[in-house]
């Protein structure tokens, strides 16, 4: 993890004599950097910015001053443990030393240094702290991403509930119907038309189950590196047009028209399943997003790739979300207005990278979302091409 220069600043405070300038120019020239200030009310808004450490002269305190420094170090956050190191005359622990350790108490990582002091033992010392600082800094990174973390994970587990629970629901909903049509007082109720439309239900949800599952299999599978490619000779076309067949009952319901154009020379040595499921997702994706309006779907050969293109006309994407889409547990839109894990976008984008292609979105608010994806193309394809050009 880099750390900002700016957490790695000594900040001096010596209101008399040369000190200060003089402990300014060991710091440069020993590569450290460092600001100075008069007081230490100055030094206390500094403090509420990053910083590594403060090395402080002891005319610089009085009871009141130091007070309020102690005050400042006990406020910090719980990963932080400032150093301040202290200046102090060459009585070193006598009654000088112990009398500014006593300002402070024991409970801030205060430390004395003794006049006059040897410039390598002023810069080993202040090392020593800068790397215990980073250390804590550190810290702080991976406190920041342990929290981040748990809150993707409970705003996962309430996404995920609900989403299961839905169809659930329906299942539930749909054999409480069939069971009361079953019994001998609505034995007369059941109907073929109304089986039919019974079992069309159930299966509508068990396929919404198992998409969800298989969502979530995926991810653990990726995030454990065992998502497995199997990779076979096909026609990226051909596949892409099966899939449109296959969605058209979802267009139908969702009031879309789609057209489609490909090309017969989009040839490459992919896991064709794996290739399915993205473009099965982009095109979902645009029927879900794409308020009911055309969606364009094209194949092409672009310097020597395949380009799948999937175009709707619907929301669109804001600039700052375009990227984020592609993570773990991010929509497109909101959780009220769109259903799902917020998990195939980012399926699809570790499928895509893991046969050596990419994927990006292209999308203006309000006019709609192109996604691309680029996937390289069969060594003899190319070759034929080439022949062919």
Not at 3 to 21: F, H, K, R, W, Y
Not at 194 to 211: F, G, H, M, P, Y
Not at 264 to 287: F, H, K, M, P, Y
Not at 288 to 308: D, M, N
Request: proline share 3%; with cysteine.
């Amino acid at each position: 993890m880099d750390i900002d220069s700016d957490n790695e600043n000594i900040l001096i405070v010596a209101p008399t004599g040369q000190d200060a300038s003089l402990a300014s120019e060991i710091f440069r020239r020993a590569g450290l950097g460092s600001e100075v200030f008069p007081r230490v009310p100055e030094l206390l808004v500094r403090l509420q910015s990053s910083c590594g450490m403060i090395f402080l002269a002891e005319e610089a305190l009085n009871i009141e001053s130091a007070g309020s420094l102690r005050q400042a170090l006990l406020n910090q956050e719980a990963w932080s443990d400032l150093p301040v190191l202290i200046m102090v005359s060459s009585q070193g622990r006598g009654p000088s030393g112990q009398k500014v350790l006593d300002l402070f108490g024991p409970t801030v990582n205060v430390s004395l240094i003794e006049r006059p002091f040897h410039t390598t033992t002023l810069i080993s010392s202040v090392k020593v702290f800068l790397r215990a600082r980073r250390r804590q800094y550190q810290v702080r990174h991976l406190l920041n991403e342990l929290t981040d973390a748990l809150r993707q994970r409970d705003e996962f587990v309430s996404i995920a509930s609900h989403e299961l629970k839905t169809p659930l629901t329906a299942l539930k909903l749909q054999n409480q119907i069939s069971k009361r049509a079953l019994s001998s007082e609505g034995a007369h109720l059941l109907t073929p038309d109304k089986i039919a439309r019974s079992v069309e239900t159930a299966d509508r949800q068990l396929d919404r189950l198992s998409v969800l599952v298989e969502d979530l299999l995926d991810v653990s599978r990726i995030r454990a590196g065992k998502l497995k490619i199997e990779t076979a000779d096909f026609d990226l076309s051909q596949l892409t047009k099966q899939v449109v067949e296959q969605l058209a009952p979802q267009l139908a319901a969702a009031g879309s028209a789609i057209q489609f154009e490909g090309t017969d020379e989009a040839l490459g040595c992919w896991d064709s399943l794996r290739i399915e499921q993205v473009v099965t997702n982009l095109i979902s994706n645009a029927i879900k997003y794409g308020s009911g309006k055309p969606i364009r779907v094209s194949v092409s050969v672009i310097e020597e790739k395949a380009v799948l293109s999937v175009q709707d006309q619907g929301v669109g994407i804001l600039p700052e979300d375009q990227v984020r889409i592609f993570e773990r547990f991010e929509r497109v839109a909101s959780e009220n207005k769109v259903s799902g894990l917020g998990l195939g976008l980012y399926i699809v984008r570790q499928i895509v990278e893991m046969h050596g292609g990419r994927i990006w979105v292209e999308s203006t608010l309000g006019r709609g979302s192109t996604f691309k994806v680029e996937l390289p193309l069969r060594e003899r394809a190319k070759e034929r091409r080439a022949r062919l050009g």
